[in-house]
């Protein structure tokens, strides 16, 4: 998938309106470094392009669980990974430029 698709998947997911803002305003504080590995839960620092896949795959199980209505979901978890999908998405142009 290229940054355009990730792009688009991003701006075509329909959330409540409180979860995306949440995200928005949590990614003045995201840092890639101290976050990614803990939202992602893995001991290594994966390529934005990879963050983002796994991110997205991780998010449409949240949705699920959140649509279910499980007591499993976690509204706080579901906001990390929004925030590290949109920061991780918006690295995705610089990457390729690095490639």
């Known amino acids: 998938?290229?940054?355009?698709?990730?792009?688009?998947a991003l701006t075509n997911l329909h959330r409540p309106?409180?979860?995306v803002r949440a995200a928005r305003f949590g990614l003045?504080?995201?840092?890639?470094?101290?976050d990614l590995k803990r939202i992602?839960?893995?001991?290594?620092?994966?390529?934005?392009?990879?963050?983002?896949a796994r991110l997205m795959a991780t998010e449409a199980d949240l949705e699920e669980t959140r649509?279910?209505?499980?007591?499993?979901?976690?509204?706080?978890?579901?906001?990390?990974?929004?925030?590290?999908?949109?920061?991780?998405?918006?690295l995705l142009p610089a990457a390729a430029d690095k490639a």
């Open 67 to 90: 649509l279910a209505g499980e007591a499993s979901y976690s509204a706080s978890r579901h906001v990390d990974v929004m925030i590290a999908l949109m920061a991780e998405v918006s």
């Open 40 to 52: 992602m839960r893995t001991s290594s620092m994966p390529s934005p392009r990879t963050a983002v």
């Open 28 to 34: 003045a504080d995201y840092v890639r470094e101290r």
């Open 17 to 19: 309106r409180l979860l």
């Open 1 to 8: 998938m290229t940054m355009t698709n990730y792009s688009k």
